[in-house]
């Protein structure tokens, strides 16, 4: 009897720790917020705090109507998009009003809708705090913050003050358990850049650890790549303001792509604004991606979806088939085998191609890149560019007649921001003359074999796979092969738009 007592004791604890929301299948749900925000007509103007809480308190309404739709859902931890409460284009002064004050804490150590007067000028903080017990969810919101400083700081801003891009998280009880200050800034001058990079992790009960990064941060080292490699986070909440910029980055297939490379799940909440090419947000998991591209609607989107707390394991789930309507990109994958192979016969190359050049020069993305068409309807490309050579085996599925080409690129990118490229790029052309490889394009009929690979510098490879409309497909098998980064697919199930290594040389920045 004695000795029973401790075992049982420990039993039950297990039990219970089995029967923890979320973990009694290493499932948890999670949620993103693509969104339509509402936008200053004017941001330059200089208002006051009373009209800035007026006008984010807009937006956070918005925010509170969707915590609750979560919450009935289930989730566990939702995500917003960057510069969702206050928007973008401000002036460093124009923008100061819609800041609030955020201290430099412990985590854990303030619960702003429980104690709202400890700190002043922290009236957004509080409602977010609020937003999170209401759901009783882990939520993670962008926000602009200030910090102020004085000549003790060599740093400081002639203002007096420090404005920054923030990221904040609250546990499902509302206290701030981390935050996180953007430190790769796209051109924002209305905020500073860090002095030290913020490395934001948190823990949660249901899933481990997460990291914390935002938007144009996803293309370089500090803090992202750290996170993963030196903190070891599985998971990765990622408010983003991205445009969308093909054939390289849409928003989607990055994502896609960091999910699969780090093996981790990516929670990607973007704005949605069309017109200014934002839309692309995600639950990518290293199995398969559930995802919302829509350049057409005006209609934001909540993702939901139930995924592994360890991404290595199992695929995804759809949180409930009602919830995931037609229109929404979602899938699991296998990756699949070839079912052609080598004896399928050689088709005629596409019909009306026009004259093809041996190779050529073609601008994409601002890059100058080298090309070399693909003229048959099967073959092998091998194509140099400064220390990087591609190699290509492709077989056509179609005679759509529309225009392929391989691209390689090894190069200081410097326009909207400095960073080195090494790519292997199969495109589609964005129209019927050459002169138009690597123009942005979105459709395409024709489906492919391919086995593209690169003899890379930098071990960072993203493997890139947009098909027609805007949709995802596993990259199929990638990895290192003797020197090699490669990613060969088959069974594609719409036409091929990209196809890329997009290598990051981060130490030649
Ligand atoms: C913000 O600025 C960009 C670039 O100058 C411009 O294209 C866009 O229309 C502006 N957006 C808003 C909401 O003012
Ligand atoms: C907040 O501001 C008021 C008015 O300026 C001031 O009296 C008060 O001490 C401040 N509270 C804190 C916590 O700083
Ligand atoms: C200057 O800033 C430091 C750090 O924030 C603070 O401790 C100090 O009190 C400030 N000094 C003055 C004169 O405001
Ligand atoms: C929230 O509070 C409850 C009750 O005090 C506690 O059991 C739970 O662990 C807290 N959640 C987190 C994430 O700390
Ligand atoms: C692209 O690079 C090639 C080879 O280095 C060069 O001849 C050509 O002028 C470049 N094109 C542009 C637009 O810079
Ligand atoms: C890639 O291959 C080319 C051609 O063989 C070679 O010149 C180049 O040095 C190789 N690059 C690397 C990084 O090994």
């Known amino acids: 009897m004695l000795g029973a007592g401790p075992a049982l004791g420990l039993l039950l604890l297990c039990h219970q720790a089995l029967l923890a929301p979320g973990l009694p299948d290493g499932r948890y749900v999670a949620a993103v917020y693509e969104y339509p925000s509402i936008l200053s007509a004017n941001p330059e103007a200089l208002i006051d705090r009373s009209s800035a809480l007026e006008f984010m308190n807009r937006n956070l309404d918005r925010y509170e109507e969707q915590v609750v739709a979560a919450a009935k859902q289930g989730v566990q931890i939702i995500v917003f998009p960057e510069d969702g409460i206050h ?40 409602r977010l705090s609020c937003l999170a017990i209401r759901g009783r969810l882990f939520l993670v919101a962008n926000l602009g913050t200030k910090q102020p400083c004085n000549g003790t700081d060599p740093g ?29 800034l796209y051109f924002e001058y209305s905020f500073d850049t860090p002095s030290a990079v913020d490395y934001s992790i948190f823990e949660t009960p249901f899933a481990g650890k997460f990291g914390v990064f935002t ?24 408010p983003t303001a991205w445009m969308d910029q093909l054939p390289l980055l849409a928003g989607i297939e990055l994502q896609q792509a960091f999910a699969v490379v780090f093996n981790v799940n990516v929670l990607a909440a973007n704005l949605h604004h069309p017109h200014l090419g934002m839309t692309s947000s995600g639950i990518h998991t290293p199995h398969g991606s559930f995802w919302y591209h829509n350049a057409e609607s005006l209609e934001g989107k909540l993702i939901v979806a139930n995924i592994a707390a360890e991404p290595g394991d199992g695929g995804p789930l759809w949180n409930s088939p009602r919830e995931a309507p037609e229109s929404d990109g979602r899938f699991s994958w296998e990756d699949g085998t070839c079912e052609g192979g080598a004896d399928t016969p050689c088709g005629e190359p596409p019909e009306g191609a026009p004259a093809t050049p041996a190779t050529f020069h073609g601008e994409m993305m601002y890059d100058n890149f080298t090309f070399v068409p693909l003229r048959e309807n099967r073959g092998r490309l091998r194509l140099c560019a400064g220390a990087l050579c591609c190699e290509l085996d492709y077989q056509r599925r179609g005679l759509s007649g ?15 921001g400095t960073y080195y490229l090494q790519v292997c790029a199969l495109v589609k052309c964005g129209g019927p003359r050459w ?23 930098t071990s960072f490879v993203f493997p890139i796979l947009l098909t ?20 060969r697919k088959s069974q594609l199930t719409s036409g091929l738009v990209t196809a890329a290594l997009y290598g990051r040389w981060y130490e030649r920045d």
């Open 156 to 184: 400081c801003p002639p203002d007096g003050r420090y404005q920054f891009n923030t990221n904040v998280v609250f546990d499902d009880n509302g206290t701030l358990v981390t935050s996180y200050r953007k430190q790769n």
């Open 402 to 416: 529309e225009l392929y080409a391989l691209g390689v690129l090894d190069d200081l990118h410097t326009v909207h």
């Open 468 to 487: 027609s409309g805007m949709t995802l497909q596993s990259p199929g098998q990638r990895g290192w092969e003797g020197g090699h980064y490669f990613m």
């Open 215 to 238: 938007c144009f941060d996803m293309l370089f080292f500090e803090p992202t790549v750290r996170l993963v490699t030196d903190f070891g986070v599985k998971h990765i909440v990622f």
């Open 435 to 457: 002169d138009t490889c690597g123009q942005e394009t979105a459709r395409a009929t024709e489906k492919f074999d391919f086995h593209l690979r690169g003899n890379f510098s």
């Open 87 to 126: 928007g973008f284009n401000f002036t460093r002064r124009s923008i100061y009003p819609f800041l609030d004050f955020l201290p430099a804490l412990q985590s854990g150590k303030w619960n702003p809708c429980l104690e709202p007067q400890k700190f002043n000028d922290t009236e957004v903080l509080q």
